[in-house]
């Protein structure tokens, strides 16, 4: 079960969060007098940052949690899921999340899947690498796509025949973990593969009913047609 939380915020003329109260209406303490110099700071940058409700704001309790808030997004959103992923793992549980994902292009919606290229590309001892079954992703036509992320700053492409892949990763992989179903957001450190998915406990947050234009950032820029 899902575990929200109350929050009181106040706001500066521009209208973004800036001040908390402190949880279930008690004072500020250090960190909320941190998180709110956060905001600032991003603010004043020209950094996206929006308000949430406290009311919106729930918490994933456990891996089963997790699996089932996945499951339940690709099955049901109608506009858009996407999806960005350390990689995506080649179980069960995170087969069954892709096809769910397949089933729903037939509707029309937005797919994107946003993973590391280095670390889908590695292959276990079987010889098959989590990119294998992103293929099935990309055939499902133009309104699903699927993004490797290269990090700019490795070795040079040229290097690749001779150094393993775990060398390019040290150097920089894509790292956000984030899932976008409709209006709902889930912001989580678990990656899309079995054992997060059923023993391996992370952190999950779930932004519930945020409008489209705060959820339309660029977390996952789609690329050029």
Do not use: W
Request: contains cysteine; hydrophobic residues 40%.
């Amino acid at each position: 079960m899902r575990t929200s939380f109350a929050m009181r915020v106040t706001r500066l003329p521009c209208g973004r969060a800036t001040r908390c109260r402190g949880l279930c209406g008690q004072g500020p303490s250090l960190v909320d007098e941190l998180a709110c110099n956060t905001l600032r700071g991003l603010g004043r940058r020209g950094l996206p940052c929006f308000a949430v409700p406290p009311a919106a704001v729930s918490f994933i309790g456990s891996p089963n949690e997790l699996h089932e808030e996945l499951r339940r997004g690709a099955e049901r959103a109608v506009r858009r899921v996407h999806v960005a992923s350390l990689y995506v793992g080649m179980g069960e549980h995170s087969g069954a999340l892709l096809q769910a994902l397949a089933a729903g292009a037939g509707r029309g919606r937005e797919i994107h899947l946003l993973v590391d290229y280095h670390r889908a590309l590695r292959r276990g001892s079987d010889g098959k690498a989590p990119v294998d079954q992103l293929a099935g992703v990309v055939a499902l036509g133009r309104s699903a796509r699927v993004s490797l992320y290269r990090h700019p700053g490795g070795p040079p492409a040229a290097l690749e025949a001779v150094l393993p892949r775990e060398a390019f990763e040290a150097c920089g992989v894509q790292h956000a973990k984030l899932c976008i179903f409709d209006d709902d957001v889930l912001l989580t450190g678990a990656n899309l593969s079995d054992d997060y998915l059923t023993t391996r406990q992370d952190r999950g947050v779930v932004l519930s009913a945020v409008s489209e234009p705060e959820t339309n950032l660029p977390f996952l820029p789609l690329p050029p047609s």
